[in-house]
C-alpha cells in the first residue's frame, strides 16, 4: 500500500481510467458509473461486448476490500459500482470487508469467491455471475442479490446473514452437482426473500433457520430430472413460509416499490398473478413454521414417483389452496397442524395423498366442501383401510359441535372396515347397517322395534298361544307379550306364562333374537358414543 495517509493506488497497479475512476469514488463513498447511456448495451446478461473502458480487475476489487486506502476528510469509504465489467477471479476467501459494497448492472469474468469472509452489508444487484461460493459467509446486514443471473450455483452452506437475504428475480442454474443454491445450515436473522426467482436444479436449505419469513412468491422452482425442486427438511421459520402467487399489477420491482428493490405482495382479487410453480418433488419434513404454511394459488407438476412430503411438520396453520396435482404424492403423515384450510379442487385424488399420523384441530374449508366431498377426500388417503383419519376428521368435527356429521365419518369408517372382514363377519355387518347403521343412527332400532311390535300384535292376536299352565296365566294381552318378547333384560311378566308351538313358536323366536340384535346394536353405538370416539 501506500504511505499512511496517502490515498494513490500503488504504481505497480497501474491502473486503467475504469479502475482509477473507482478508487477515487471508493473514498469519497460515491458510485463509480461505467454505463454508457445505451439500455441494450448496458444490459449486464445482454449479447454486446463490454470494452477495455468498463473492465475492473478483481485484484483491484479485493485490494479495496482488504486494504482500501483512507476516505476522503469528512467522508466513508465504501465500494460503489455501476455497469462494470470484473475480470478474473474475486476472491476474497476468509477476508474481513468494513466498507459498504454494492455492486449493481456488472459482469464477472469468473466465480466470485467469498467463504469465511465477513462483510457488513452486500448487494450484488442485476449482475451477470458464473458462481458465487459463499460457504461460511458472515454479514452483519443484509446479502443482495436480486435479479442476478448466476449460472452454476450459489453456494451459502452455514452461513449467517445478520438481517435479510434477497433473491428476489434472481436466475440461478445448477452447478456440477444439481444444485443451484446450495444453502444447508444456513442462518438468517429476519426475513429471506426469494420472490419471482427461477431455480433450475435443487434449492437445498436443509437444516436452515429463517428467523421472521421465507417467501417464495411466485418463484419458478424447477429440477425435473432431480428428485426435487426444492430440498428443506428440518427447515425452521420463526413466521410464514409463503409458496403463493405474486401479484403483477403495479409491479413491486418499479422504480415506485420500497427501495432498494421492493417486496413483492400477495395478489388481491382481480390483480394479475405469478404463481409459485414446482417442478419436481419438494420436501419439507420436521421443519417447524411459527404463523403458516401458505400454499395459495401454487402449482405442482411431478412425476409419478416425485412427492411434495411434508412429513412431521409442526405449524399453526397450513394453507393447502394451490392446483390439484395430476401427478405425484402430498405426503402428510405425522403432521401436526392447528388449522388446516384447503379446498375440495386442491388434493390429489385416490392413491395420491397418504396422511396416517396426521393431526389437526379445525377444518377451514374455503370454498365448497361438503361432508361427501370431505370423506372422499380421506378415502384418498386410505387405499387400505386405516381408521385414524377417519377418526381425526370425526374429531375435528365433534370439536366444532358438528356431532351429526362427525357419527356419518365414523359410520363411513365402519363401513371401510367392513370391506377388511371375512364372509360371516362382513354379513353381519350389513345386516347392522342395514338395520341401526352400526348404532349411529339409533332411531332405526325404534322405527324397527315398531314395526316388529306390530306385527307380532297382529299375528298373536290371531293365533294366540296356549297357557303353559292353565288357570295360572295372567289375562291374555297380544301386545304386552309381542313387546315381552322383544325386550331382552325387561320381564313383563308375559314370555313365560304363554306356550307357543308350530308358527307362534317360529314367530316369538324371530322376535326374541330381532330384539337383541337391535338391543346390542344400539347399546355398542351408544357404548362408541360415550367414550367419544
Known sequence: ????????????????????????AFRNGSTCDLHIGDPAR????????????RRVRARVVALLLLDG???????????????????DTLDVAGGTIKPFVELRDCRFEAEVVLPESRFTTLRLVNCAIPRVEAARLHTEGDLHLPRCVVHSGIRLTDAHIGTDLMLNQTVVHKDRQGRSIMADGMTVAQDLQAEMMESYGELSLRGATIGVSLSLRGSRLSNPFGRRALNAPQLTVERTLYLTAAGLANSPFSSSATPPYGVAHTPSRG??????????????????FGDAVDFEHARFIMESDQELSLRRIQTPELRFLGER????????SGARVVNLVDKSASWPGLGGLWMAGFAYETLIPRGHFPLSLRLQWVAAATPEYAPEPYEMLATSLRTTGEDSDAREVLLAKQRRRRETLPLAAKAWGFLQDWTVAYGYRPGRAAVWMG????????????SPPPPLKPGEAPPWNAY???????????????GAAWKPGGGAQWAAAILILAGWVLATTVAAGASRLLRRQ
Open 42 to 53: 448496458d444490459d449486464p446478461h445482454g449479447q454486446h461486448l463490454w470494452g477495455p473502458e
Open 1 to 24: 500500500m501506500t504511505e499512511p495517509g496517502d490515498g494513490d493506488a500503488p504504481a505497480d497497479l497501474q491502473l486503467t481510467s475504469a479502475e482509477w475512476s473507482m478508487w477515487q
Open 451 to 462: 314395526i316388529l311390535w306390530a306385527i307380532g300384535t297382529i299375528y298373536f292376536s290371531v
Open 69 to 87: 486506502p483512507p476516505p476522503q476528510p469528512g467522508r466513508v469509504s465504501a465500494l460503489k459500482i455501476t455497469g462494470a465489467y470484473i475480470t
Open 271 to 288: 390483480t394479475r398473478m405469478q404463481r409459485f410453480e414446482c417442478e419436481g418433488g419438494m420436501r419439507l419434513d420436521d421443519g417447524r
Open 325 to 332: 396435482p395430476q401427478r405425484g404424492r402430498v405426503i402428510l
Open 480 to 494: 304386552l307379550y309381542s313387546l315381552d318378547l322383544l325386550l331382552p333384560v325387561i320381564d313383563l311378566n308375559q
